[in-house]
């Protein structure tokens, strides 16, 4: 593993900041498994792959240091609890270590904020049993401030490991505005997720600057080919990050 070092952090820091994403629909086999190897190539922290790709890429990626995880209620989070505890218990079987769930937006929009951290506490006690964690996704686009805090307060209660800002799929992502605001809201042990247009490593960078410690991306390649080359100082600085990171994973 490089140890070059660039704006205070060596390359472990960053790559193993990075869940690798495979989610999108159209992806077939053969494009899974090899961004597995690039995972495994780059040594991030996992990859995230769709449920149904658990049993391949936990083959890939045996013996490496690089973690497996899924998603859960992906991308509504309107599958029941018992539905979301069924394919918790199917993704832990099959290698998964790292789950990624949608809350019940709804619940959370209705104000039925028990029924939330049911649904959650429910996949955090079947993926702790089995020592995987837990990380909870709002999709804040459709979210006010105050729905964001409940999501927050109900995760941290429900003993989640993470709060994850969005699916990737929803009309925008994450925006240094609400990865703040989460970061303030729940409890140090609980961890922070930006998932959604996080595409360069100047965006990276400037939300892990904001406390985050997980980011999930597509363009890892791109990140952390960037990170090597302004390490070994063979490209110029580059020019400040903006505020927001929106899109797409």
């Known amino acids: 593993m490089t140890t070059e070092t660039?704006?205070?952090?060596?390359?472990?820091?960053?790559?193993?900041?990075?869940?690798?994403?495979?989610?999108?629909?159209?992806?077939?086999?053969?494009?899974?498994?090899?961004?597995?190897?690039?995972?495994?190539?780059?040594?991030?922290?996992?990859?995230?792959?769709?449920?149904?790709?658990?049993?391949?890429?936990?083959?890939i990626l045996a013996g490496t240091d690089v973690k497996?995880?899924?998603?859960?209620?992906?991308?509504?989070?309107?599958?029941?609890?018992?539905?979301?505890?069924?394919?918790s218990q199917r993704a832990l079987a099959d290698g998964a270590v790292e789950l990624d769930m949608v809350i019940d937006i709804g619940a959370l929009r209705s104000g039925r904020y028990a029924d939330v951290r049911a649904d959650i506490a429910a996949v955090v006690e079947v993926a702790h049993a089995a020592g995987a964690i837990v990380k909870v996704i709002f999709e804040n686009a459709y979210l006010t401030d105050d729905e964001k805090v409940r999501a927050c307060h109900a995760s941290e209660a429900a003993g989640a490991d993470f709060v994850k800002t969005s699916t990737g799929f929803a009309p925008t992502g994450a925006t240094h505005e609400d990865l703040a605001l989460m970061r303030r809201t729940v409890s140090p042990h609980v961890q922070v997720k930006a998932a959604g247009g996080l595409r360069t490593l100047d965006a990276l960078l400037a939300v892990m600057d904001l406390g985050v410690t997980r980011c999930g991306a597509t363009a890892t390649s791109t990140i952390l080919d960037d990170f090597r080359a302004r390490a070994s100082g063979t490209v110029p600085e580059p020019a400040a990050a903006g505020t927001t990171a929106e899109g797409g994973y």
């Open 6 to 59: 660039y704006a205070g952090r060596t390359y472990r820091d960053v790559a193993k900041s990075i869940d690798h994403s495979l989610l999108r629909p159209e992806l077939d086999d053969e494009f899974v498994a090899d961004g597995c190897r690039l995972a495994a190539r780059y040594d991030v922290a996992s990859v995230c792959v769709k449920p149904v790709d658990v049993v391949r890429a936990a083959a």
């Open 68 to 87: 497996v995880g899924t998603v859960i209620g992906f991308p509504h989070g309107g599958s029941t609890t018992a539905t979301k505890v069924f394919e």
